[in-house]
């Protein structure tokens, strides 16, 4: 019997089984009511359904095993019971993963799903077993905004090609971002709102011309135009951390892209970028901290974010650079490793706790 992949590697001890793959089983029947007894802070529908990466389900259950009802074939998901992770689950389609011999006791279960998936949507079909109450939520609320670097695109590779350890998928895990490290430090809940390629105004070379990341916030399903995630009431944080604006910057202007000039594109990013902040502010209300942040030292990204902060007449719109000669990139494409982001997490956890958000 093959093992559980873990980052790549097999996972030796014989605690967990691996899933059982239902070949030509029914669809996993998501209904109303399927979070009844699983927590979850992210974007999810009342069927279960999602897109963002770092999405995650949490349950309890007492007994020797647990089974989780899902539903995608085109992520990635770690497994994780009282703690620890127990396998990673590749694509895994439709599925009833199954742990199986842990002592006769009251366990915790999680999974979160690691990779991008902005093409498709994910379904959760709920925990099945002996299945308790469902964990508290967290009081405290982060929600983090961004692109490649804040999913944590890459994250796992220790070389910046990636063609010949796994590609990007695999290498990827949204659960050890700096955002995910943060809200476990600080005992936040969190939604880890990142999309790829995607900037303020204008996107990665200018790909995709007329849309922007702005396109996607409001969706809960990002494949499906018009979608309007239905915020059930519970979601509303105390801290937001938004990081856009290195694919707007990172590239040169290509001829027939709407900015004629380089200072063009940095008017129209910093009036969008305002209209963006109005947004957050009429949603999550005027307590709400927003922590506009930059990983460059200086440029028209990080003087444009600066100016910003700078303009607003908000004492809780903070401006923070996170430049550090330490920071290695040496992820896939020269995105952050997973050093990065525990150097990263560091940082922001430390600047958070002297800007003592209401929570």
């Given at each position: ?58 349950g309890r259950f007492r007994g020797t095993g647990v089974g989780i009802a899902l539903n995608d074939a085109a992520s990635y998901y770690d497994v994780q019971v009282d703690g620890r992770t127990v396998a990673t689950l590749a694509k895994p389609g439709r599925i009833t993963y ?248 560091a940082l922001l956890t430390d600047y958070i706790a002297r800007l003592r958000p209401d929570w």
């Amino acid at each position: 019997m093959s093992r559980p992949l873990i980052g790549g590697r097999s996972l030796r001890p014989a605690l967990i089984v691996l899933v059982a793959a239902l070949v030509g089983a029914p669809a996993v029947q998501a209904a109303p009511g399927v979070l009844d007894h699983a927590h979850t802070a992210g974007r999810v529908t009342k069927f279960g359904q999602y897109s963002w990466p770092g999405v995650y389900f949490e349950g309890r259950f007492r007994g020797t095993g647990v089974g989780i009802a899902l539903n995608d074939a085109a992520s990635y998901y770690d497994v994780q019971v009282d703690g620890r992770t127990v396998a990673t689950l590749a694509k895994p389609g439709r599925i009833t993963y199954r742990v199986r011999n842990l002592a006769n006791a009251e366990h915790r279960v999680r999974i979160v799903k690691r990779s991008e998936s902005p093409w498709a949507a994910g379904e959760f079909g709920g925990f099945i077993g002996a299945v308790l109450p469902k964990p508290p939520a967290r009081s405290r609320q982060i929600e983090f905004i961004g692109d490649s670097l804040t999913a944590g695109y890459g994250n796992l590779s220790t070389t910046r090609d990636c063609s010949a350890n796994g590609g990007i998928d695999l290498n990827t895990n949204a659960d050890l971002t700096f955002g995910a490290l943060t809200a476990r430090a600080l005992g936040a809940d969190y939604q880890i709102n990142a999309f790829s390629g995607r900037g303020m105004v204008r996107n990665y070379n200018g790909g995709e011309p007329g849309t922007s990341y702005r396109s996607y916030y409001d969706r809960a399903l990002l494949n499906v135009d018009g979608d309007v995630w239905q915020n059930p009431g519970t979601w509303r944080p105390q801290l937001v951390v938004i990081g856009l604006g290195t694919n707007d910057f990172s590239t040169a202007l290509r001829p027939g892209e709407q900015w004629p000039t380089p200072e063009s594109l940095v008017a129209a990013y910093k009036s969008a970028y305002h209209g963006f902040l109005d947004e957050l502010r009429a949603r999550y209300g005027p307590r709400t901290t927003i922590v506009v942040s930059v990983p460059e030292a200086t440029g028209a990204f990080a003087d444009a974010v600066r100016q910003v902060a700078q303009e607003r007449d908000d004492s809780r719109v903070r401006y923070w650079n996170y430049a550090d000669p330490a920071l290695d990139r040496l992820g896939c494409d020269w995105h952050f490793s997973q050093r990065d982001h525990r150097l990263i997490s560091a940082l922001l956890t430390d600047y958070i706790a002297r800007l003592r958000p209401d929570w």
